[in-house]
């Protein structure tokens, strides 16, 4: 159950979630049969630097959207702007969607940020494989 992100779009999650540093940013990634297409942000409404709840119009709509393009959620995305790239105890806790991974953005090492992927199943954490297509 590894996750293929199509080309560029890394970068996208990537420019997105420090666009919205010092804060948590969050969204969306969709696409068929394992492969990742599309990236929908999504408004962290905590506006927090520790946690992340994402705003749920803009969550129903991506989802909508999601559906109707007939695509599926493959991920739930979100950064950690000083925690390392894994699931804090809340992650795992509040765990939605366990047919989603979960990829996590860290800034704390340096501006290089690290993505991880983790299936949260039942409160188990499985690291992924994240396939990046140049
Ligand atoms: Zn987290």
Do not use: K, W
């Amino acid at each position: 159950m590894n996750l293929t992100l199509d080309p560029g779009l890394l970068e996208q999650v990537v420019d997105y979630t420090r666009s919205v540093l010092p804060l948590e940013g969050c969204g969306l990634l969709a696409g068929r049969a394992l492969t990742a297409a599309r990236f929908f942000p999504i408004t962290n409404r905590l506006a927090s630097r520790t946690e992340y709840d994402m705003e749920p119009s803009e969550l129903i709509a991506g989802l909508r959207h999601i559906r109707s393009s007939g695509e599926s959620l493959l991920a739930i995305v979100h950064s950690h702007p000083r925690g390392p790239a894994v699931p804090s105890p809340r992650d795992v806790e509040q765990a939605l969607y366990p047919e989603a991974a979960h990829v996590i953005v860290s800034f704390a090492l340096s501006e290089t940020p690290e993505v991880r992927g983790f299936r949260i199943m039942d409160g188990n954490v499985v690291e992924i494989e994240l396939r990046v297509i140049v």
